[in-house]
């Protein structure tokens, strides 16, 4: 079982920064898709930024620019450095996995989804 847990969501002012951290458990971190989603209240969950098995990354076009998602293959952890945070940033945000059979290519064969933390801009 897949097991995902954020840290480092908390209150902080219009302008400043917070790095959000996911660490993954149960499965070979490498063949997983990554990605941060949030979801404010009363609206739906929204993509924020993914990262492929390979590297590579998508925005949603609020942030780029602002935040930045990476990923350490050897600490099995994905991270959301989050600049220049505004009032509409705030939300819970979420850590999801894509689990392939492999690095490359692969099969998907299950979707997991921490618990969220939750990050509030405000002054």
């Known amino acids: 079982q897949v097991q995902l847990v954020e840290s480092g969501g908390g209150l902080v002012q219009p302008g400043g920064s917070l790095r959000l951290s996911c660490a993954a458990s149960g499965s070979i971190f490498s063949n997983n898709a990554m990605g941060w989603y949030r979801q404010a209240a009363g609206k739906e969950r929204e993509l924020v930024a993914t990262?492929?098995?390979?590297?590579?990354?998508n925005y949603a076009d609020s942030v780029k620019g602002r935040f930045t998602i990476s990923r350490d293959n050897v600490k099995n952890t994905v991270s959301l450095q989050m600049n220049s945070l505004k009032p509409e940033d705030t939300a819970v945000y979420y850590c999801?996995?894509?689990?392939?059979?492999?690095?490359?290519?692969?099969?998907?064969?299950?979707?997991?989804w921490g618990q969220g933390t939750q990050v509030t801009v405000s002054s």
């Open positions: 990262i492929t098995r390979g590297g590579s990354t």
């Open positions: 999801k996995a894509d689990v392939y059979t492999s690095r490359i290519s692969g099969i998907r064969i299950g979707t997991y």
